[in-house]
């Protein structure tokens, strides 16, 4: 392929390797791994060897996780804990009666409803998800978009039970300090331990941008929930996983068969769970290297756009100057309409968006990037551009010219207007 | 591959067809059908050709179809219908406070929580997801398993919102009679409108065992919603779909970047979409021809068997002589242990099992046999036989042969006993 593909936060190709590890379970090895027969046995240690690789690759254990279709009902899934850690199992479904109010009323401190907060920057799986539970925002730095720690101390309420911040953001590619974080609620649970306040806090973390980049382990971030996202990773679409570390309770949105412990039915997709594993193995051993290709490839692209550009328009470069992932390198051109230069590139063959796919497509303006305190211009501007396997120096540096080329004929154009 | 794989209907391989049919969209089209550039764009309309091509053989349009990953998922969606029908679209998840309640306490006539009838030999699927919702149970006729439309009809009230009935049950393989089913409902519908009763009622049916031998049709079969799978027809696990018929609400259960207007969130799983496509395709094409085989299959599986036994045990075929999914043959031998006769030709490679493989695996014992009034003997000694693409004459000669070989050395070790 000629094309120049810089849409990696997007969607990613299937990896050779992800792919030979599927074949087999296609068409051959394709037995419910609930049956009783021994093929079908077979599968069943295939699909939890597979479950224990993507485990360990994150510092946890098979039974941590539950195999879900995607990083959106990951996402959803880890949110059941506001249904479940507070109120008793049916509460979701059951409509409330005025006799089941005032039994729940009776139990004291835990009459006020759950809270839960969220950055303001997050992806919409989360956002929307998080309004249904009417979810309060912490805001983020302006310019960096990092979580601003101080806005997240004073909203932390007595009943608030989960945050939810992103590992990396997926337009500015901002690294979140989860640690730090992590401390933050590890002191307020101390307080409620005091207080006598029974409210648990978990820490939620959409880890789907950043776990082909960073080293993700959740003992090193203490999150209690975390959503992983095959497709992002070279891995099969339709497939993702939620870490839920012991004792956090949630509330299944697929009910059936029992399956991954009751907390998600439905037949398991051993393929999916197959390259997933594989695809998660590979981004793994290649962290490093990756992280040092792209940096590479990084500060290449930047300084080709800048020399191209000769001055014309200064490109202004977004998100952090360190603690952004080594692939993300968000770009924007004041005064110039992204669309039209998506446009122009499309036919150049080089390929990038203006912001997330699913926003973009519905001529959303990014939430991103104005949490991150960019001016409309900015904002009308950017490109969000993304690097990956598909790339290498020669495609980065002719990307680079390309899209200098575009710019510099919007500049023409609107200097003519 | 010299095993006799007697278990269709609890899993099948992926077709070749459905699996060129995704060949490409996993590592060379593998965009983001939302991006805005060429290429993702025709990802996009190969997702949408592919709904159409599922839609269509179902006589639905693309636009009443919503993707899941699976059967479960459809159900538990379609179940959704019970909260998005009678309260406001958010009595999901936002807790009742007693000033939220009272204001729909005073809709009056809607204000007793809707009501819910499913089949008692219904898939865990439905029968766990309808338990969430405090679902009552409609009986079904001895032997037959066939639904008992005078209980049916008994069971409607003024409050009932839901019906759920499985097109063909996936133990017995019993043909329900949908559009008498329907009928029923038409009649209900026209007395509430006559006594001003707003609740609306619904026909839900799951046709994952159904799919690959019925001619499944919404229009004809008057089903407001449909359960679809792609795994019990020869397409890609992890795909499923929903048929929502106009104007029917639902309240989703992922929320995020609103995919599937608004009902399903999460990137769509394009090479699932296309490869479930391609599947149906397959399957609508050789439907009059798969059931003369099967039937023929049938016939000559239990003239074998019954001849190969000669008189020592009578088997017992059990459900419907008419009425029955042309594939499946389920069989008992009472007084013999149906457990032990799966591991005695699981060693001559012969794969079969005692019931659906999420409840056989927890060793329960079924209840769809149960509901149809099998006798504690009879229930012990059955096995759930289903034929498929996997078998020919003459292993399904064989198969009575190892069967018969089986269940006379089981009468023989009880007689030395």
């Known amino acids: 392929m000629s094309m120049i593909y810089l849409d990696h936060a997007s969607a990613t190709p299937l990896s050779k390797k992800a ?40 510092g946890a254990k098979a039974n941590d996780l539950v195999m879900t279709s995607g990083a959106t009902e990951a996402t959803n899934l880890a949110f059941s804990v506001l249904n479940a850690s507070t109120r008793g199992p049916d509460a979701l479904y059951r409509p409330s009666t005025p006799a089941r109010l005032s039994a729940r009323g009776a139990a004291g401190p835990l009459n006020a409803p759950p809270l839960v907060l969220v950055l303001e920057t997050e992806h919409a799986s989360v956002l929307r998800t998080a309004e249904n539970y009417g979810a309060g925002k912490i805001k983020v730095k302006p310019g960096s978009g ?12 007595k009943d608030t039970v989960l945050i939810s911040v992103a590992a990396a953001n997926n337009e500015l590619g901002t690294i979140q300090p989860l640690a730090e974080i992590a401390e933050i609620i590890k002191s307020e649970r101390q307080a409620r331990l005091k207080n006598k306040n029974p409210r648990p806090l978990y820490l939620h973390s959409d880890a789907s941008a950043a776990l082909g980049l960073l080293n993700i382990n959740v003992a090193r971030m203490k999150t209690d929930l975390l959503t992983l996202s ?20 949630l509330k299944p949105l697929i009910s059936g068969g029992g399956q991954e412990r009751n907390l998600r039915s439905g037949t398991e997709n051993v393929p999916g769970a197959i390259g997933f594993a594989a695809a998660m193995k590979e981004t793994k051993d290649h962290l490093n290297s990756a992280a040092k290709t792209f940096e590479n490839l990084k500060t290449i692209f930047k300084n080709s756009l800048t020399d191209e550009l000769n001055g014309e328009i200064e490109p202004v470069f977004l998100g952090p100057k360190k603690r952004q992932l080594a692939n993300f390198c968000p770009v924007s051109f004041p005064g110039l309409d992204a669309e039209r230069l998506v446009y122009k590139l499309e036919e150049k063959e080089v390929y990038l968006s203006t912001g997330a796919a699913c926003a973009a497509s519905k001529g959303e303006k990014s939430h991103v990037l104005k949490a991150a305190g960019l001016t409309d211009k900015e904002i009308a501007g950017s490109l969000r551009i993304s690097f990956g396997r598909l790339n290498d120096e020669a495609k980065v540096k002719t990307a680079a ?17």
Chains 1, 2 share one sequence.
């Open 401 to 417: 010219n390309l899209i200098a080329d575009a710019v510099k004929e919007e500049l023409e154009r609107l200097k003519n207007a």
């Open 230 to 249: 095959s497709a992002k990773i070279y891995g099969p679409k339709g497939v993702g996983a939620l870490y839920v570390a012991h004792g956090v309770k």
């Open 19 to 58: 792919k030979a590890a599927m074949e087999p379970f296609f068409a051959d090895d394709f037995f419910n791994p609930s049956a009783p027969y021994l093929p079908a046995k077979r599968v069943r240690e295939a699909y939890e060897n597979a479950k224990s690789e993507i485990a360990h690759t994150i």
């Open 146 to 157: 990092l979580i601003d720690l101080d806005n997240l101390k004073s909203k932390i309420t």
